[in-house]
């Protein structure tokens, strides 16, 4: 089955640590993105990639870091920067030549304590 | 700065029913409007979008609506049944050409049986 795969579904971590959520795809799409949900709220724009080796910020990048080394995978690093990392994290792709039609993963829900 | 309103923020119909969900944008030249339906702890999923050169799209009991003029669009479901229920968001483009979204701030609809 094509699609994409965010792992692990809930992450707990303390206060203070890195975390990083995966984030997997098979769709042969080139662009890749992060996004954060917050209860009530619409999804804001963390990262997002284009093509490999290049990404660049979205709305909210401060406290998180991102590398593209595979096409394949876009992995999210939540650093302790960030002052409120509890939350819903979803990554989504898309073609290069369609590159409005965004599809999402399952989310990977993140608990700092 | 760019943003989308939507409303309203929680919408109840009785089964068979239609369910109007509306959202306006403040940037002139985002060209493309997807709406996601979310269902609770998933990804979202795009189940209709529209393009700034089309004024209605429809998809079965599903159809979108765009008045560029008044830089609005709108999300309407016929015939609404209980597995309908979820959270609708609905999206612009930042500006044309770009592949980043700016999304509103979700309607949780509930389709009584």
């Known amino acids: 089955d094509g699609g994409i795969t965010q792992s692990p579904k809930y992450l707990f971590r303390k206060e203070g640590q890195n975390v990083t959520l995966s984030c997997e795809q098979n769709?042969?799409?080139?662009?890749m993105y992060w996004y954060r949900q917050d209860p009530g709220q619409g999804l804001r724009l963390i990262y997002y990639?284009?093509?490999?080796?290049?990404?660049q910020k979205g709305d909210i990048a401060e406290g998180y870091s991102v590398s593209r080394e595979k096409k394949e995978s876009f992995p999210l690093t939540v650093t302790s920067a960030q002052k409120n990392p509890t939350a819903f994290y979803l990554c989504?792709?898309?073609?290069?030549?369609?590159?409005?039609?965004?599809?999402f993963g399952p989310g990977t829900r993140l608990t700092v304590t | 700065g760019e943003n989308v309103e939507q409303h309203p923020s929680t919408l109840s119909v009785q089964e068979g029913d239609s369910a109007v969900i509306k959202c306006t944008y403040s940037?002139?030249?985002?060209?493309?409007f997807p709406w996601y339906k979310q269902e609770l702890g998933k990804g979202p999923q795009l189940i209709i979008d529209?393009?700034?050169?089309?004024g209605e799209k429809k998809d079965q009991r599903i159809a979108v609506t765009l008045n560029k003029t008044a830089k609005h669009f709108s999300l309407h479901i016929t015939e609404t049944q209980p597995e309908d229920s979820a959270v609708y968001f609905c999206?612009?483009?930042?500006?044309?050409?770009?592949?980043?979204?700016?999304f509103g701030t979700g309607t949780r609809l509930k389709v009584l049986a």
């Open positions: 989504a792709s898309s073609m290069r030549t369609s590159p409005y039609e965004q599809y």
């Open positions: 769709l042969n799409h080139d662009a």
């Open positions: 990639s284009q093509i490999v080796n290049d990404f």
């Open positions: 940037d002139s030249a985002s060209n493309y």
């Open positions: 529209i393009r700034s050169n089309v």
């Open positions: 999206a612009a483009t930042y500006t044309s050409g770009t592949y980043k979204y700016i």
